[in-house]
T-cell receptor, first 116, second 111 residues
């Protein structure tokens, strides 16, 4: 079945530094990937839609200059949290779907970011 | 996006059927009902989806009412590993369709 891989699974960084999270579709091509954020005891909130070869589309209230998304190939999207602060500590999850099909979206296992 | 209502929590004894309801009375004619679950500290896992007809796969069954305003996910023989938060999400089909997660139902399967 479709597999989406995220790396790293967890990361701790100091306030003010930047962190890059990778999302890969391992056995299929994905023109569209989605990035979510989940705070403790809350549901997943969509941050942005990542489009291969073009700019990401951000949800209202999500700062595009802080959360940089790059979708340079059909199998890889990256999310960079720039100048991270403790309030950016969260569980970041990506999802992707097989290009050109109606198959359901599949999710990575998430990246837990802790900013100290 | 259609609004959904799910009970915040449910309990089920292991081995029994778990029936998880979802109300989606504002669902559009071209929207499917997708069900995902999230086990603690993992990414969501796809379970099943349907448009009008009832569906069954190796994980679960999905019963959709004739007016499509509600549906029920059935786990026929719940196990402890089915303990998770279950989300029903109406959305158009296709890989470009984003999923909007509500608060879901926290299912606790007990011995």
């Amino acid at each position: 079945g479709a597999v989406v891989s995220q790396h790293p699974s967890w990361v701790i960084c100091k306030s003010g530094t930047s962190v890059k999270i990778e999302c890969r579709s391992l056995d299929f091509q994905a023109t569209t990937m989605f990035w979510y954020r989940q705070f403790p005891k809350q549901s997943l909130m969509l941050m942005a839609t990542s489009n291969e070869g073009s700019k990401a589309t951000y949800e209202q209230g999500v700062e595009k200059d802080k959360f940089l998304i790059n979708h340079a190939s059909l199998t890889l999207s990256t999310l960079t949290v720039t100048s991270a602060h403790p309030e950016d500590s969260s569980f970041y999850i990506c999802s992707a779907g097989r290009q050109g099909s109606n198959s359901p979206l599949h999710f990575g296992n998430g990246t837990r970011l802790t900013v100290t | 996006d259609a609004k959904t209502t799910q009970p915040p929590s449910m309990d089920c004894a292991e081995g029994r059927a778990a029936n998880l309801p979802c109300n989606h009375s504002t669902i559009s004619g071209n929207e499917y009902v997708y069900w995902y679950r999230q086990i603690h500290s993992q990414g969501p896992q796809y379970i099943i989806h349907g448009l009008k007809n009832n569906e069954t796969n190796e994980m679960a069954s999905l019963i959709i009412t004739e007016d499509r305003k509600s549906s029920t996910l059935i786990l026929p023989h719940a196990t402890l590993r089915d303990t998770a938060v279950y989300y029903c999400i109406p959305t158009t089909s296709g890989t470009a369709s984003k999923l909007t997660f509500g608060t879901g139902t926290r299912l606790q399967v007990t011995l």
